[in-house]
């Protein structure tokens, strides 16, 4: 197993990638929280960690929380640190996003994606990255995606949400590696989630998104989860700083001619 002993933190870990990387990271020995985001989910998110459990991680919790808020964050690492037993891996994964031309968008759409996306992302390094330092080290990995390097018209919101969480990994990869605390992004392609539930109810759109792939298919999320699980193990422990892309190829710009 790679991560045994391990105490995790999944953000938005009760659907779509944050569900399959909760499973997987339980899988591999961790402990885990899972967070989630609306207090509709909560029986869900109590019976993920029921089934993570009885598939051997030693231990599984649910915690409701906003991302976005510093009281919800404060509130979830604390008590993952205190029902885990500590926290040494953090994977933001919570993410939103929601089409809408430039010159239209609302300021509130433009600030939910940000504080999500990004301020999300800040406040969780910023209270599991303090438990971390104090324990002597720890690993965070970041969901970005391809649109932290790919531009995406309708998404300007989003890619400039993944765009500074890359540099905001790079940066913190250089201030926290003396404090032994590794950070990687992973990026994702086009994957069969939720958030996606627009284009896999489009056969056209699909078939669009498709033809962007040079493997052709979109992604699972158990194949982002398994990215996610090895750069949080030790066999990653030379790796920090940088985007490990998961996107069967649609970053190689296959209709360039
Ligand atoms: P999803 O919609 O199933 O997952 C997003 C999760 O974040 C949900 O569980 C949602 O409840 C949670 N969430 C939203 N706002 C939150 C908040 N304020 N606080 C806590 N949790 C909150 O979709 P998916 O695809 O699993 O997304 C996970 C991450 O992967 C996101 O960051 C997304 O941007 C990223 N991603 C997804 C790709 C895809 O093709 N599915 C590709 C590249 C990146
Ligand atoms: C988005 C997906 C999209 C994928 C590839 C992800 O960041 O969340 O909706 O399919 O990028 O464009």
New binding site residues.
Partial sequence: MLLEGRKAIV??G?????KATSERLGAEGASVCI????AK?ASDAEALAEQIRSDGAPRAIAVQ????SEDDVKRMVTRAHDQLGGVDLLVN?????KQAPLLEMELDLWSAVIQ??LT?AFLCIREAGKIMAAAGGGTIVN????HEFIPWPGFAHYCASKGAIKLLMETAARELAPKRIRLVNVA????V????QFVLDDPEQKHAVESEIPLGRMGQ?DEIAAAVAWAASAQADYVTGTTIVVDGGMSLYPKFV
Avoid: C, F, K, L
């Avoid at 967070?35 to 609306?38: A, D, G, I, K, Q």
């Avoid at 929380?65 to 976005?68: A, F, N, P, S």
């Avoid at 994702?188 to 994957?191: D, K, L």
């Fill in positions: 953000t938005g009760n659907t779509g990638i944050g967070n989630y985001y609306s989910e929380g906003d991302v976005g994964n919570a993410g939103i996003e999500t996306n999300g969901m970005s995606s391809v994702p392609g086009a994957i989630t939720p958030i996606n999320p």
